[in-house]
């Protein structure tokens, strides 16, 4: 009698910007620290990559708190970009992904387009992976009256200009408080972005209904979790339509499902930002989640089913 042969794994694996990730599933900037701190629970190396918190040319320690409030299904925080600098980034934090096998992108952030183009500098001779530009923090105070991601040609500027400094695969993260986010997106694709992360935080705001005050010290904050899930899809299915350059869809993704959502939309990958705080297994189990969703739908390679949402004609 014949032995059945062994079906083959389903291929997670996939190149996003010219990296090779494991498969599709990344950390979100912001929530996954500089990846040393979830170390003791999260096996880092099965990751697709991690894209570590955002780094600024100075230390800052951030807004005043409170900084952060659970709402209905998402959270508001106000952290204003606390990171340690570039420096001690370099010097304290890089040495330990030396023990790792996971692509690191370097979040960045810059008041101005020539702090993105030193920082971009700054790190195109270290050991990362790629670089996300950080152009939509909505909890932190601007000189200028909008932040650069909502405006298309600050964003083109900025990007065009980060692009001549650096030959490191470069990711731009949107905005969701725009008008137009497709616009915004192929600004960065003509600019020379090698891909896009959409979405940011949406701006909101709590208040203490007792004293009739602000809950949040700034007023507003950055609004995340599964709350925001069904806009930041409905987002990047529209910049699927409009930019070739591949897209992370980042916005509530707590479950398989949830991924798999994004990823049918036009995502070639997807980014856990809000779920780690509520378990910090969440990509785990989303890979794993991913993985049995192929094998029980004979799913071959992720690749096939990236844009694959089927629309009914009008």
Same mark, same amino acid.
């Given at each position: 009698?014949?032995?059945?042969?062994?079906?083959?794994?389903?291929?997670?694996? @996939?190149?996003?910007?010219?990296?090779?990730?494991?498969?599709?599933?990344? %950390?979100? *900037?912001?929530? +996954?620290?500089?990846?040393?701190?979830?170390?003791?629970?999260?096996? /880092?190396?099965? /990751?697709?990559?991690?894209?570590?918190?955002?780094?600024?040319?100075?230390? !800052?320690?951030?807004?005043?708190?409170?900084?952060m409030v659970e709402t209905a299904s998402g959270v508001l925080n106000s952290i204003g970009l606390q990171n340690v600098g570039i420096d001690a980034f370099i010097n304290e934090k890089l040495p330990f992904f030396r023990e790792y096998d996971v692509p690191l992108i370097v979040s960045i952030a810059g008041e101005t387009t020539d702090e993105y183009v030193q920082l971009a500098k700054t790190l195109q001779g270290e050991k990362i992976t790629g670089l996300e530009l950080?152009?939509?923090?909505?909890?932190?105070?601007?000189?200028?009256? /909008?932040?650069?991601?909502?405006?298309?040609?600050?964003?083109?500027?900025?990007?065009?200009?980060?692009?001549?400094?650096?030959?490191?695969? /470069?990711? $731009?993260?949107?905005?969701?408080?725009?008008?137009?986010?497709?616009? @915004?997106?192929?600004?960065?694709?003509?600019?020379?972005?090698?891909?896009?992360?959409? #979405?940011?935080? +949406?701006?909101?705001?709590?208040?203490?209904?007792?004293? !009739?005050?602000?809950?949040?010290?700034?007023?507003?904050?950055?609004?995340?979790?599964?709350?925001?899930?069904?806009?930041?899809?409905?987002? $990047?299915?529209?910049?699927?339509?409009?930019?070739? #350059?591949? @897209?992370?869809?980042?916005? =509530? @993704?707590?479950?398989? =499902?949830?991924?798999?959502?994004?990823?049918?939309?036009?995502?070639?990958?997807?980014? #856990?930002?809000? =779920?780690?705080?509520?378990?910090?297994?969440? *990509?785990?189990? %989303?890979?794993?989640?991913? !993985?049995?969703?192929?094998?029980?739908?004979?799913?071959?390679?992720?690749?096939?089913?990236?844009?694959?949402?089927?629309?009914?004609?009008?």
């Open positions: 009698m014949m032995r059945k042969a062994k079906e083959k794994p389903p291929n997670l694996a @996939i190149e996003l910007a010219g990296i090779s990730l494991k498969n599709p599933v990344m %950390v979100a *900037s912001g929530t +996954f620290g500089y990846g040393e701190e979830y170390a003791q629970l999260v096996d /880092l190396n099965r /990751l697709g990559a991690i894209v570590a918190k955002t780094i600024t040319l100075k230390p !800052r320690l951030g807004n005043e708190p409170p900084r950080n152009l939509s923090c909505p909890n932190i105070k601007y000189d200028r009256k /909008l932040m650069f991601a909502q405006d298309a040609q600050a964003t083109h500027q900025v990007v065009s200009r980060v692009r001549k400094a650096t030959s490191l695969p /470069l990711m $731009v993260k949107l905005s969701p408080n725009v008008t137009d986010i497709a616009s @915004i997106a192929k600004m960065c694709e003509e600019a020379g972005a090698d891909g896009v992360s959409l #979405i940011n935080t +949406f701006t909101g705001m709590a208040i203490d209904i007792e004293n !009739r005050k602000p809950i949040l010290h700034q007023i507003t904050g950055g609004l995340s979790g599964p709350a925001i899930k069904p806009i930041a899809l409905r987002m $990047v299915y529209e910049v699927h339509k409009t930019v070739k #350059i591949p @897209i992370i869809g980042i916005g =509530g @993704i707590m479950t398989a =499902g949830d991924a798999l959502e994004f990823i049918i939309a036009g995502a070639k990958a997807v980014a #856990i930002g809000t =779920g780690n705080f509520v378990d910090s297994l969440t *990509s785990i189990k %989303v890979i794993d989640g991913i !993985r049995e969703y192929m094998v029980k739908n004979k799913i071959k390679d992720i690749k096939s089913i990236v844009g694959s949402l089927k629309c009914p004609k009008s």
